[in-house]
């Protein structure tokens, strides 16, 4: 019987999730998802090994002439879908130069190109203070990896946050990219740590809202997907999404 996760002890499940997703060397090149086809470089996360991408993508809001920002890009699936529905100026990120590889491949295959800058980032390094976007998203790595982790190769951190680290720095410097009515959205599944990012958000005054969630069992486990809003505490946004 399928049993909920827990945020407890979820470490091996990480690996082994890193391990599905760096895959064997028949590993696909390319890949369908919602109704496109996409280009697939070697260690770069798999989106057709979890619903995440394809809900996520389906779910966010893309206002007409908007800018979005898509943290941890992996193969840039969100960022060039967002171009493709509305968005003017899109920036996908990445610790991952393999996954900034990808990105820009699929930006050229979808001849967004003119849309759609990928580059290699520690969370918001690589953008200056002044950077504003309309839509801010990152679907993370939600599994809690220990402080003293060593990261081997670079698909680990499609899975495994070290310290929570990066979640802590998006729920610090994500709202300081918020152009003026931009939105902060997190794509969070059940087995990262819910407390951790309760406790985050309190300490940054945001409040998370649930969007949209779906789950998919894995083996033994049923595991939820949530899109998650962060919005300022103080702010009266009770917009939805389209
Ligand atoms: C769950 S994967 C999602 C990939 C892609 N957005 C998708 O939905 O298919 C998480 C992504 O976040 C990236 N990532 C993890 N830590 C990061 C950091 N500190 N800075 C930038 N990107 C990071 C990983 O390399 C990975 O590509």
Redesign the pocket.
Known sequence: MAQPTTNSNNLDIGFSETAKHEGTTDRPMEFELLGLRWDLLPD??A?FHSP??EA?SRWLPYPEGSSLL??????G??AVFGALNGCRHVTA????PA?VENARHNAARHGVVDRVRAME???FSALSPADRFDVIF????AVEAPEDFAYTR?IE???L?RGYV?HRTYFREGPQHLAEGGRLFLGFNSRGNRTLIERFAKEEGLRIKEINSASRVFEDRTVEFRLLELIKADSANTVSTA
Request: with cysteine; charged share 15%; glycine share 6%.
């Open positions: 770069v996360f989106p995440s991408t996520y898509e943290m941890g890009c992996g193969a699936v969100t990120l990445d610790i991952s996954a980032s520690d969370m990152w679907n993370s790595n670079d951190w499609s899975i946050d990066s």
